[in-house]
């Protein structure tokens, strides 16, 4: 959302719809439309209030990313041949909306999961991007990296694991400070195992790191050298307010929770 009456909402599957609202939710228009059955996109954000990225799975042979300058009025797909090319089996992960971060200049971020988990990076605003790999657990099903943040334009987190086996801790979380090119794992891995989300919930401390899954929630003060478990209700998703105060957790079933810190 922009403002209380502007807001961009994105489709998962097929096929690919984005919509906007000018007042509130009343009413919405169709902004794009991709009827391909191999459409499925997964994340979206938006640098400012005008550039925004959508990404998705592989259709047509190479990931989809989706660019705006015009605050989701249109949308033009990135060439291909602009993006590495996907291994046989990768795909992204569309739980928590946070498979794609953005930051100043043009910064931007994919993560992917599957038979690898590597993240994309692109520094002109998604026309060209660059792949690194990851330490992150991967070519079981359903594994990977399901969620990406950057602090800033060099500090940044991945996490996931095995989502059909979420008790398993090896491997799930891992630390960038050069802006994503190479990455390195803590003392320790975040004790909920998998984790569909991770982010930094203050804009003025990138040590606080937290993270959510299907067995809790869990929080770090020092990035990851210790962990203290929060909660061990459920959850896929999580968002801190930009006043640092408090936040949200959303799960399966509707399951919504407050955090105040």
Known sequence: AFNKDTCIVMSVGAPGYIFKTYNGGKTWGQKYWNPDPDIFLNSIDFWDNEKGIAVGDPCCGGFTVLVTNNQGETWSRIPIKNIPSPSEGEIQYASSNSCIAVSDSGLAWFVTGGTESRIFKTTDYGKTWKVFKTPVVNGAELSGIFSTTFYDSL???????KYLKPSDTDNTFAITHDGGETWTQPDSMPPIGFCSCAI???????NTILTAGLNGIAVTYNMGLTWKLLSNKSFNVIKFSDKDQFGWAAGNSGQIAKIIW
């Open 200 to 206: 930094f919930p203050f804009t003025n401390d990138k």
């Open 155 to 161: 500090t940044g987190i991945v996490a996931g694991g």
